[in-house]
């Protein structure tokens, strides 16, 4: 049989942490320090899913990506308690603006969705009680 053959995210999971278990006289020098290292993350990272999951935004968002991942912001700032952290550093880019003709066009296209994303977001923050 192979690895995996009905892969699930939580099959795999499963398979990894099995496979990086305790490493042996065999395993190499850095063994345990690169299956500590993976098992961490991959229990942070079920940590930050699982935080993710219990947060209901009370603002409505566009569904393009500025105001999805407007969105994604929101719930990251909405579960900092829960991942035990004080600030956050986001960046989110839009591209599209670099217009050396049609400006009135590039403009009334994209003021808009950045207009939308910025007004959700902000009426999120202040729903939190953070502005």
């Known amino acids: 049989p192979s690895f995996n053959e009905d892969a699930s995210s939580v099959d795999m999971l499963d398979s990894v942490k099995n496979m990086n ?20 993350s991959l229990s942070a990272n079920q940590h930050l899913v699982g935080s993710l999951e219990t947060v209901e935004l009370s603002s409505s968002y566009h569904d393009d990506k500025l105001g999805n991942a407007m969105k994604m912001i929101s719930k990251l700032i909405a579960t900092r308690d829960i991942r035990g952290v004080d600030r956050d550093i ?22 808009p969705l950045l207009d939308g994303a910025i007004q959700a977001f902000s009426n999120e923050m202040k729903a939190m009680g953070i502005w």
Not at 21 to 40: E, Q, R, Y
């Open 21 to 40: 278990g305790a490493a042996d006289f065999d395993s190499g020098v850095f063994a345990d320090l690169w299956s500590g290292a993976l098992l961490s």
């Open 90 to 111: 986001f960046y989110i880019s839009m591209s599209g603006w670099d217009a050396h003709k049609n400006l009135p066009w590039n403009e009334e296209n994209h003021l």
